[in-house]
């Protein structure tokens, strides 16, 4: 199979285009190798695939000759991160929104039916959440001022119990809570209307907290791991916001890319007019705090330090069920928790800073 992997240089994007290449696939990469994404210098890495077209993928002409002979579009290109403020917006949804759909429209015109996306789990807002006395529960928004004093757990919006996490379905309410989450559903809602308007398929990978070598380091649009790791390599200790109990479902960037290859087959034989959302997660929820320790303690450099700061923004739990792509697909995480920190702790990050676009 031709698969045209855009963002294949970033971080995500390169290791699917290594595992795409291990199993005997062709893959043609389109990247913008931005400064701010890759490093100053950037340039067309080693093993980057058959073909690479450096452009950016709102670039409809640079997309199209891209799309010649290709057989199915692995679109991870995205502006990621919460960004620094609400001025990031307008360059979120140029990235991200109108990248999808430039890419969608050349796919459209070029006959390419099939698609998978990187989605994220953002998309949720809060995970899922029980009260003792009215069951499943969506919290709203957490009020800045239980944040200043701490009170960092969602209540129930009933009587205002102290909820409990669970594992996050496919088919939970979606409720993005920030510019960054709002993209990432649009982006799925323009793939789920090309695939009914084209009679193409998508398949919508929601990763979780994607973290592993060649991860971005010193930028406010990277994910928590690399804000630990890269302090731990300047020989500083770990900053952790809240009380250190967020939990999240960390997922080694190998086995993320191993899911986008299984979905790649399986996107192929889906019948026309479809679109499927898939849980990207390891399924062993851990905390922040616990995230952060294990880091210091492989690295061997200082504990972390819980800080009590917050983001608005951010969300308390949000832990995946990735049932449906272990049953549906047959994908199963092999880099368990323990050992991803150990190999994290020691690997490289990629030297960049600022607005990273893949």
């Known amino acids: 199979m031709r698969v045209l992997v855009t963002g294949g240089a970033?971080?995500?994007?390169?290791?699917?285009?290594?595992t795409l290449v291990s199993a005997g696939h062709e893959a043609v990469v389109l990247d913008a190798l931005l400064p701010s994404a890759h490093g100053a210098g950037a340039a067309v890495p080693p093993g980057a695939g058959s073909g690479f077209v450096v452009a950016d993928v709102r670039d409809r002409e640079a997309v199209d000759r891209a799309l010649c002979g290709i057989d199915a579009v692995c679109h991870q290109a995205a502006m990621v991160g919460l960004g620094k403020d609400f001025a990031d917006a307008p360059d979120y949804v140029g990235c991200n929104d109108l990248g999808t759909a430039v890419l969608l429209a050349a796919m459209a015109g070029a006959g390419v039916r099939n698609l998978v996306l990187a989605g994220s789990m953002v998309v949720y807002g809060e995970g899922r959440y029980d009260c003792p006395l009215h069951g499943p529960v969506r919290p709203g928004p957490r009020a800045e001022a239980d944040l200043a004093e701490g009170r960092f757990e969602?209540?129930?919006?009933?009587?205002?119990t102290e909820l409990a996490p669970g594992l996050v379905?496919?088919?939970?309410?979606?409720?993005?809570r920030n510019v960054y989450a709002t993209t990432k559903l649009a982006q799925e809602h323009l793939a789920s209307s090309w695939a009914r308007a084209t009679g193409g398929s998508?398949?919508?990978l929601r990763y979780h907290n994607v973290y592993g070598p060649g991860m971005p380091r010193d930028t406010p649009y990277a994910g928590v791991a690399s804000f630990f790791r890269s302090a731990l390599a300047r020989g500083e200790a770990p900053r952790v916001f809240e009380d250190g109990g967020q939990r999240r479902d960390f997922v080694h960037v190998r086995d993320v890319a191993a899911a986008n290859a299984v979905?790649?087959?399986?996107?192929?034989?889906?019948?026309?007019?479809t679109f499927t959302a898939y849980n990207t997660g390891s399924g062993q929820p851990h905390t922040i705090g616990e995230m952060a320790a294990a880091l210091a303690s492989a690295h061997g450099g200082p504990a972390p330090v819980v800080t009590g700061e917050y983001r608005l923004g951010d969300v308390r739990h949000v832990t995946a069920d990735s049932r449906r792509l272990r049953d549906e697909l047959g994908w199963k995480p092999?880099?368990?928790?323990?050992?991803?920190?150990?190999?994290?702790?020691a690997a490289p990050l990629r030297e960049a800073a600022g607005v990273g676009a893949g």
Do not use: K, Q
């Open 202 to 204: 998508a398949v919508s």
């Open 10 to 18: 970033g971080f995500i994007g390169s290791e699917i285009v290594r």
């Open 154 to 160: 969602p209540r129930c919006p009933s009587c205002g």
């Open 334 to 345: 092999a880099v368990g928790f323990a050992e991803g920190m150990a190999r994290f702790a």
């Open 263 to 273: 979905a790649l087959e399986a996107v192929v034989g889906r019948g026309p007019g």
């Open 169 to 176: 379905g496919e088919d939970a309410p979606v409720d993005p």
